[in-house]
């Protein structure tokens, strides 16, 4: 989801690109992000590591990859013309008041009674802001719809 | 903001697409202008004048015409 992100949700009137054009650093930095992130779930999940900084390393093992995507991402918003930046601008308008919502929510929720981390944590929070940032994408995109 | 920018571009006889590689923006940029829903730069609006070799004034406005 990450990876298609600039592409699928750029504007409808740039050129479709395949994938072998897309920037090299956001096509490898998802598949590596991705796959790593998947593996590092499943090693901690069998407590590989022990307790010793072994399992800290192993934890911290999916993020050069995700810089590697970040990188990519930055190139391509920096190729985007005015127009283009000017939505991702107030999508973000959009996604940050939402994220502030979110977390003082939780927070809140935390005040009255702790949650359970295994439903709430960092882990989770981050999906969310990449959905409100979805969201702000939709509605920015409407506001800038071709017109004939 | 009033933009003359779809009648000069029809006087030219380009469509949207060329005047966006002329600009260097997206089509959906110049259709943006052309809808007034977007309001250019000012380095964008020195291009588009520049495209149209008209002044800036001729182009864009602020009142109705």
Partial sequence: ?????????????????????????LLWGFVLWALS?????????????????????????????????????????????ELQRRIQLEALGVAFPLTLVLIMTLGLFEAARPLNPDNWSFRHVWQFLVLFYVIGLFVARRRYRYEA | MKSRVRELRGEHGWSQAELAARLGVSRQTVNSIETERYEPSLTLAFKIAAAFQQSIEAIFSTEER
């Fill in chain 1, 1 to 25: 989801m990450l990876y298609f992100l600039p592409t699928f949700f750029s504007v409808p009137t740039m050129s479709r690109r395949s994938i072998r054009s897309l920037n090299p650093l």
């Fill in chain 1, 37 to 81: 992130y998947m593996a590092v779930g499943v090693v901690a999940e069998a407590g590989v590591g022990g307790s010793g900084g072994v399992r800290y390393v192993v934890a911290l093992l999916p993020l050069p990859f995700f810089l590697m995507w970040l990188v990519g991402l930055l190139r391509e918003m920096r190729a985007m013309d």
